[in-house]
Structure formats: structure tokens, C-alpha cells
């Protein structure tokens, strides 16, 4: 990695970079000309790659002061599935800060070699996404619904290419009686409500409590978009897509939800938007899961042609998500009836939204059910970390090939990560990369078949070993998803990502490493 030059950033003194790859981490010198326009002279920061997904260069201006941190400018994240197709890259990469916050660009020149691509993106930068937690108009919202106490959640995706993809269209179709919220009073009254729930810090200050108030992600595929809203639960969601980002947050049946998601308020009093509606994750009836948005906004009354653009700019920012359009002026697709859904129909017991569409709808038993019919099957590959476990359209490849090798060693070209060819032996249990060489250990793990052990980085070389009771309890979320997990350790809350195998304290924020070792009984 060069760094060549900065444009436009909040800097003015003593900026540099610093490059990180997983664990290794390297830094540049210090620019040799200061200003929003900063200039390094020219020199190469080599990384060794192993698996990592996310290349992240993250800007900071030295301080002087003895007691005093550097300032953190901001970050440029870039997707190594990407660079790998690239194998060069030579350019600007966009600086964010405050997760979503557009800042300047840095002016970078990548190479790389004997890398593979672990997931479909094309983008060279991920899409990023803040997530933000509100404990009063959570608390308010679960009384109204009789429901345990929450965070309410606001989440706003920085997509790529609004503005290209949609040109000088705007939905702007106010009636007399929406037309009010956009002029004062009213107008700060619904900014302020944005204030509240998008906001970096607590806005007013008793809206929140315990934890953090906000999250930063970065998303590549359809499935870490899935993972996102949930994939599986049957939830709707209100949106609206502006040129800053697509907004949107649960909204429900009951008066609390919907008066918290409300368009305008996502929107931030905004006159016009590119899109609103709401959205939720349906599922075939071959269980493929599908996205199925509309354009339902009494406010803005998007035209439906619009949909289609949408739908392309989703499966751009999202390689492998199913996304499927239904204008809120014309019936229901036909086929989409047999999709199972969350139950929209008002004044049903267990209706979760009063919309228009109508699903096939799953009493809690029977979804259960439906997580529980086939045998549950783990696969994993190891790096120098440890384990790794594959995403779950490559475990499902991994399955069929599997039962068709009949004890041979196979081909494939389909896996998510790369269009390269594979050798698989299930027999001996290795992966060999034909066009690298490159041969990787891979093996299966049955649900149930046996718990490992689980260990959490102590900084260093030094591990500690869970608990025969937390490692059960790891285990089981770790085979129940292939992306993250919320579990309670010791009385502390914690954040799993079993993806990049780290976990964090939502207490103190810190983060660890986890390895996955072998059976414990």
C-alpha cells in the first residue's frame, strides 16, 4: 500500500495513516505537507493476508500535547474480495468519519498478490452502516405492546451510487395535510425526534442508558444485509433513501412503533426523498429468503417506477440478496402469496404491522419446526488464526458435493469467495486451490456431535479457557449462525462475531479474539 495524497480532509496538522489488516498493523510517517490537502512521500506499507476480509486505513493527526490522544480524522475501508479481482488498484478511497460521515478521500495505490476472494462483492469499499440505540422510546414502545424491555433501533446504510442511479428523480408528492410537517413548528418538532434517534450521542440525555449508543458495521453480501435486520424474524421495517443513506427502523401494529418510524421523521424533515416505504424478509417456499420492499408512504407517495431502481441499487450495494418490488397501487404478485411472511393483516392476533399484504403466516411452534427439520451441518477451513467457518451458501455447497463425491475427490468454481477452481477431498479433508496451489485443512462438524473448547485472547499469546458452561453456550450459537450472537457471560453482555471470530464487552467496548480448539468432552 502507497499513500500518495489527501483531498478535502479535516485535517491541518501532522497528518498519517494507519494501515491494518486483521492482527498486523503498520504506520505511515507523518505527511510533509499539512492542510486539508496533505502530501506523503512516497513509501510502501507491506501486510501479510490470511483470510482477513476488510483492509481498513484509518487517518489521525499527531498531537503535540503530552497527555493527549491523536485525533482520529477518519477511516477508508476496503474490501479484499474485491482488490483480489482487481489485483491492483490505483486511486481515490473515500474517507469516513463517525462511521457514515463522508470526508475527504485519500489517494492510495494497492497491490497485491496471492490473495482469494471470500465473498461476491465487486465493491472496493463496503458498505457502511450505523446502528443506533434509543432505551426510551424502547421502554415506551414495549409497555405499548406488552412486549419485554428493549432498545429501540435506528439504522442508516451509507448505499453507493443514490445520487447516479437515481438522477434528478424525487418523490415529493405531499398532500395539503403533509405539507405542515416540512414548515416550522412542525418541522423542528420532527427534527428533533431525528435528533433523538440518530444521533451519535444521547439527545436528550434520558433517551438512553447503559452500553453503547451507536454501532459501526460494514456489510459486502446480501446475507450480512440479512443478518442485519434479522433474517428469519417477521418483522416490517419503515424507510426512506436519501443521497446520505437509506434510514429505517422496525415499525409495528401498535401506535408507539409507528409513531417512532414514521417517514418524515427518518428523513429528517426532508422535503423530497428518492424512495419510503416499508420493507420485510419474506421467504420462498423453497425457504430462499427474499426482500420484498414497496413504496407505502402516505408522505411522500413515491412513484412506483422507482421501484425498479431501487431494486438494482440494493443488489448492487448487496451481491446475492433476492429482492422483489411491489408498488402499494396494484395487487399482489401472485406468486409472492406463497411467500411466508410476517402477519400484516389488521386486527389479527399476532399482527405485527396493519399493511396490505398477506403472507403465509407461521405460528411459533411451526416455525421452530421449520429451523429443526434438517440435520445441521458445520463447515469450517483453517488459516494461522484457527478455524474458520464458511458462509452458509458454501456449506450447502460443501453438503451436496459431499453426498455426490461417493469418497472422490471433486471440482467446483461456485464457491462464494472466489470464481477460481477447487480440488476437495472429503476423505482426507483438505481444499486445494488449482490455480494457487494453496491447500487449506477443511472438515464438518455435526450439530450435537461433540462441544468443543472455547478460548478468549488475554492479549499476546496468552488464552483463556471458557467455562464448560459457556462453551456449550458459545457452541450453540456459534451453529445456530454463521455471523454474529448476543450472549451473556458472567453476567456481562457481549457481541460474537463468529465471522472474524472476535467477541466485545458492550460494558467496557473492548474487543478479544476467540478460537474454536478441539472436543472438551
Known sequence: ICIHKGEKLATSSSPYCVVRLGDEIQKTAVATSKGPDPVWDPE??????DA???????LREQDSGVFREDRKVGVAHVNVSALARKVRYAGPLKVYRNGA????ALMVDIASKELSAL????????VLVKVHSNGLMGAVAALADYEALDLFKTYRIVLQQTGARFGDRVNANHDEEHKKLFRDPLRKVVQAEHASLYSDWAYPHLTFWGGKRYEKVTLSTGNDFLSLVGNGERRVFTYVLLDEGMFFSETGANIAKDFFSKHAVHANASPGVRMAGTFRVCETPQRQPVVVIDNDSGTYRPRSEDLVILKELLEFNFPGIVVCVMPCTEPQLEDAKAFYGPNESKGEKGCVYSGQWKWQVESEEELQAASIEAPHSVWEWKNRSGWQRYAPEDEALLC???AE???QAVETSKFSFGHGNYLLDFTEGFQTNQRTGRVREIRQILSGSYVPAWEISEGGVQWKACSFHDAIKIEEAYLATPLTAILTLNGVEHVFDFKVMTCASTESGEYRSIRRLASSG
Open 44 to 49: 510502501v506499507v507491506e501486510l501479510p493476508w
Open 52 to 58: 482477513q476480509d476488510t483492509l481498513e486505513i484509518t
Open 101 to 104: 460521515e463522508e470526508t475527504g
Open 119 to 126: 465473498n461476491p462483492t465487486m465493491l472496493l469499499q463496503p
Open 400 to 402: 451436496r458435493l459431499q
Open 405 to 407: 463425491s461417493r469418497g
